[in-house]
């Protein structure tokens, strides 16, 4: 199993980014996805989850800000950030709790992260 993110970049304070994350390979079905980031010096914090029925989660620094979505279709997450803060630059991750084709067992997948810099 495989996901890729993709969307990250530079952008002003106040600013939006949209990031993308697709998952491939080995997938019988997907339990639930999510954003984490990790900033310089920082542990990896959760950012937004989502399960396979659509129940959201968010951490209390990007409620109201940030929108987490997901195509189950296409097995792609998606994060909308709005009204971005130089606080919020970090590496982002996806990560995606995936019940795999061989053997049916669950495992979690990590992205390869994707940076995200607010500063003007």
């Known amino acids: 199993v495989q996901l890729v993110e993709s969307g990250g970049g530079l952008v002003q304070p106040g600013g939006s980014l949209r990031l993308s994350c697709a998952a491939s390979g080995s997938i019988f079905g997907i339990k639930a996805m999510g954003w984490y980031r990790q900033a310089p010096g920082k542990q990896r914090e959760l950012v937004a989850s989502?399960?396979?029925?659509?129940?959201?989660n968010y951490a209390d620094s990007v409620k109201g800000r940030f929108i987490i979505s997901r195509d189950n279709a296409n097995d792609t997450m998606y994060l909308q950030m709005n009204s971005l803060k130089p606080e919020d630059t970090a590496v982002y991750y996806c990560?995606?709790?995936?019940?795999?084709?061989?053997?049916?067992?669950?495992?979690?997948?990590w992205g390869q992260g994707t940076q995200v810099t607010v500063s003007s």
């Open positions: 989502i399960r396979s029925g659509g129940t959201t």
């Open positions: 990560k995606a709790v995936v019940r795999i084709t061989v053997g049916f067992n669950e495992y979690d997948f």
